[in-house]
């Protein structure tokens, strides 16, 4: 059964960094075609993708958002992780983690319940 | 990378069909089969419903179904039930090789 929990502060200061960890069961990110990636949803908004991690350490980036990410993965606990620099207002959102549908990449198939992520001073 | 056009809302009574288009451009949806669609309620996580255009996951009702044409796909809900009554997003693999989401439409069952 997969799982993924997403976990972070509810509440960050604009200028700050956000990290958030997407604890995952179920898979290993070591099999070939795994991967993991993160959207964000701001209240009462569309949602929107953020980064993508493939089970070979490939990375992609949203275009207007790769300069503030980064993300990275730690095999051994199960976890990938999603920092975001200089945290403005406009990012506050539910963010999620999910995993990658594994036969062509083209959908997201395993959701986590999600994160509110808070930007205020 | 400019989100995919929804429209804002669609309704219908119970039973009925409906259909949600999803336009983008040749740089997304027209240029790939990679259009996926998800269902969500208030409150939680969004649900995959269909993915690669036309394939649905285990579990989903055979009441939803995908197309695409150019650069609009479209989900396509039949016999219409009051638990479909949420917002629906589509999404698609880009030239980019990033993702770009849908603005979302809601769904209600009159």
């Known amino acids: 059964q997969v799982t993924l929990r997403e976990s972070g502060p509810a509440l960050v200061k604009p200028t700050q960094t956000l990290t958030l960890t997407c604890d995952f069961s179920?898979?290993?990110?070591?099999?070939?075609?795994?991967?993991v990636s993160w959207i964000r949803q701001p209240p009462g908004k569309a949602l929107e993708w953020l980064a993508r991690?493939?089970?070979?350490?490939?990375?992609y980036y949203s275009t207007s958002l790769q300069s503030r990410l980064t993300i990275s993965k730690d095999i051994s606990k199960n976890q990938v992780v999603l920092t975001m620099t200089n945290m403005d207002p406009v990012d506050t959102a539910m963010y999620y983690c999910?995993?990658?549908?594994?036969?062509?990449?083209?959908?997201?198939?395993?959701w986590g319940q999600g994160t509110l992520v808070t930007v205020s001073s | 990378q400019s989100a995919l056009t929804q429209p804002a809302s669609v309704s219908g009574s119970p039973g009925q069909t409906i259909t949600i288009s999803c336009t983008g451009s040749?740089?997304?949806?027209?240029?790939?089969?990679?259009v996926s669609w998800y269902q969500q309620y208030p409150g939680k996580a969004p649900k995959l419903m269909i993915f690669?255009?036309?394939k649905r996951p285990s579990g989903v009702s055979n009441r939803f179904s995908g197309s695409k044409s150019g650069n609009t796909a479209s989900l396509t809900i039949s016999g219409l039930q009051a638990g479909d009554e949420a917002d629906y997003y589509c999404s698609s693999y880009t030239s980019s090789r990033t993702y770009v989401f849908g603005t979302g439409t809601k769904v209600t069952v009159l």
């Open positions: 040749s740089s997304d949806v027209g240029g790939y089969a990679y």
């Open positions: 179920g898979f290993s990110l070591t099999t070939s075609r795994m991967c």
């Open positions: 999910a995993r990658l549908e594994s036969g062509t990449y083209s959908s997201f198939e395993y």
């Open positions: 690669d255009v036309t």
């Open positions: 991690i493939d089970w070979d350490d490939d990375k």
